[in-house]
């Protein structure tokens, strides 16, 4: 199979990448489900308390790193899954673009989202 | 791979009895994986209602989700689902270092063990308001 | 028994004493004699494997379900199992029972076998739905009733338990698996090896390719590509030989760090399970993927 080796096709960056936001989104996740479930309670949420809390710079900044580095680490999952499965070729492209595509305007809607929950606008 | 004929079940997932605890870590892994990526785009959408003019159209309809015992319930499930994804990625985390590669098993039952426990233990906090 | 043989002992001794005394006219010679004994004894002894077979009970016996397909016969174009009950001894092998199967009951029954003794790596099979090698599973291991045998998943079947290795063999040969120095010593000198380094690819040479893991591997079920287990790890047993040298070793990360390469490995630990020689395969891939990722990172 010597014929598809090419230096264009190495996997390790994303594979790295994997890893790395894995360990950032360990502490994120845990932390936000905490916050959301246990200190502040989902049910008792309103825009007024979301707002305060997205108001500050350090909790902003880490929701939207959060956003970004669970789509890449989601959708990056869903792209390995599917080449396990065996998808080449046209296909193969055809999704991956789709998914870029997914990924890109998640997270312009969830920084419009995130933006809009801040008192600035 | 072309098969000359189908042989079904015995290369599939109707093994699933013969599996071992690797492959169900793998498994569970990929299936909260899914519901994790699947809910992202969902959270993202109702939060959306922050976007409108009125904060009131926020504030209603995450608190009319929440009255809800399905969408409780279902919160329960998503905490299991998470919890998984996390103990059982700590767990891969340690598998690409190498380390503890000889006791991989043992740490995925223990990582159902830890799930079950954080869940069940989390239930009334969840489920609180709702039903009482 | 032993009434039934004692009159023929007796005529016997008389035709051999007469045989003996009378010269090349004697109605028997000793050719045909030999030859009438022999068919004698032939029949006696079928007829003792016949009544021990008749007489063997249910612990005496095991019972193998084994997997027939043959698409150059008719009747064995839709694939079925054939029941063979087979007289059990001590430590008898699965691939015992196949080739007593053989043997005994039906000629036609194809399977790969040539060592017996776990070194060739030949006789891989499905045995009661694990990657085991035949000639190293005991029946008395298996611990149930009946065993099911069948031909490796994932692979093609040419005929009953027969499969295509053509496929593995390619991925085998496309990590270059032979000893590949940078330099060589001069002369006569004996190019040696630490008996550290040594230790350290001790289990990675170790792989007979019976291709076992390959088969067990869900990722290399679906994606063609990929590389797989035997593969990655005799690209381990050379990129991790000192001897070779840094810019061989570069050359072999290469080949493993392509997309199908080690990236694909899901840790199932499907392989490691299944190898019949103990190969840490896992460890082997995951150490390959740190090595692959430090070497990119140098080049940042």
Redesign the interface.
């Known amino acids: ?2 014929e ?4 264009f ?8 990448l994997q ?1 790395v936001t ?2 950032f ?2 502490g994120v ?2 932390f936000h ?1 905490f916050l959301l ?2 200190v502040n ?3 008792e ?4 308390g ?2 305060v809390r997205m108001s500050q710079v350090g909790y902003f900044a880490t929701m939207w790193l959060f ?1 970004v580095t ?2 890449f680490h ?2 990056n ?2 792209y390995n ?1 599917l ?4 998808l ?1 070729g046209t296909r193969k492209n055809a999704v991956k673009w789709l998914l870029v595509l ?1 990924s890109l305007l ?1 997270v312009a ?2 920084t ?2 995130a933006i ?2 801040t008192n600035l606008v | 791979m072309s098969h000359s004929y189908d042989r079904g079940f015995i290369e599939d997932f109707g093994r699933w009895r013969e599996f071992s605890a690797g492959m169900w870590a793998w498994i569970f892994h ?1 299936f909260t ?2 519901v ?2 699947g809910y ?2 969902t959270h ?1 959408a109702v ?2 209602t ?2 409108a003019s009125d ?2 159209v ?2 209603d309809t ?2 009319g989700l ?2 809800l015992v399905i969408v409780r319930f279902l ?1 329960v499930g998503l ?1 299991a689902v ?1 919890v998984f994804h ?1 103990l059982n ?2 767990r ?2 340690f598998v ?1 270092l190498g380390v503890g590669l000889e006791a991989q098993d043992r740490s995925f039952y223990a990582s159902l063990v830890l799930t079950g426990a954080i869940t069940v233990a ?1 239930v009334p ?2 489920v609180g ?2 039903l009482a | 028994m032993s009434t039934q043989t004692e009159p023929e002992s007796e005529t016997e001794i008389e035709e051999s004493e007469a045989a003996a005394t009378e010269t090349e006219s004697a109605v028997e010679s000793p050719g045909d004699r030999r030859r009438r004994e022999k068919g004698e004894r032939a029949v006696e002894e079928e007829a003792k494997r016949k009544e021990a077979e008749e007489t063997l009970d249910e612990e005496d016996t095991v019972q193998i379900k084994v997997f027939r397909y043959d698409p150059e016969v008719e009747g064995k174009q839709e694939p079925r199992f054939d029941d063979f009950h087979v007289p059990f001894f001590k430590g008898m092998t699965v691939l015992d029972a196949l080739i007593y199967a053989r043997d005994t009951y039906d000629s036609s029954l194809t399977f790969r076998h040539s060592c017996r003794q776990a070194v060739c790596g030949s006789d891989a099979l499905f045995i009661n739905g694990s990657q085991r090698l035949a000639c190293q599973t005991q029946i008395a291991d298996l611990d149930s009733e009946t065993v099911r045998v069948e031909p490796l998943p994932h692979q093609d079947v040419v005929k009953d338990l027969v499969v295509d290795m053509e496929h593995f063999y ?2 085998m040969d ?1 990590v270059e698996p032979y000893f590949d120095a940078d330099e060589l010593p001069d002369g006569d000198e004996t190019q040696r090896q630490t008996p550290e380094n040594r230790e350290k690819v001790k289990m990675s040479t170790r792989c007979i390719w019976c291709g076992a893991c390959m088969s067990s591997c869900n ?1 290399a079920a ?4 990929y ?1 797989g287990p035997a593969a990655i790890n005799m690209a381990y047993r050379f990129a991790m030989d000192e001897r070779e040298g840094e810019i061989r070793k570069e050359d072999r990360i ?2 493993i ?5 080690v ?2 490995c ?1 840790t199932q630990f499907s392989c490691t399970e299944v190898c019949p020689k103990d190969i840490p395969l896992t460890e082997h891939i995951q150490e390959l ?1 740190r090595e ?2 430090k070497s ?1 990172l140098k080049f940042w």
Do not use: C
Not at chain 1, 9 to 16: H, P
Not at chain 3, 257 to 261: L, M, V
């Open positions: 199979m010597a598809h080796y090419s230096s096709q190495r996997g390790g960056t994303r594979w790295l890893r894995a360990v989104l360990i996740l845990a489900f479930h246990f309670h989902a049910s949420i309103t825009f007024a979301t707002a956003l669970a789509t989601g959708v999952g869903v899954a080449i396990n499965q065996g080449e997914a998640l809607q969830g419009r989202v809009a929950m | 990929k994986g899914w994790l990526i992202l785009f993202i939060l959306s922050a976007t904060p009131a926020y504030t995450l608190q929440e009255a919160e905490l998470a996390i990625g700590v891969l985390l690409d989390s906090t969840f308001g709702v | 390619d991925q496309s990722i679906d994606d063609n590509q590389l290469k080949i760090e392509q997309e199908h390469g990236w694909r899901q993927k692959a990722v990119n």
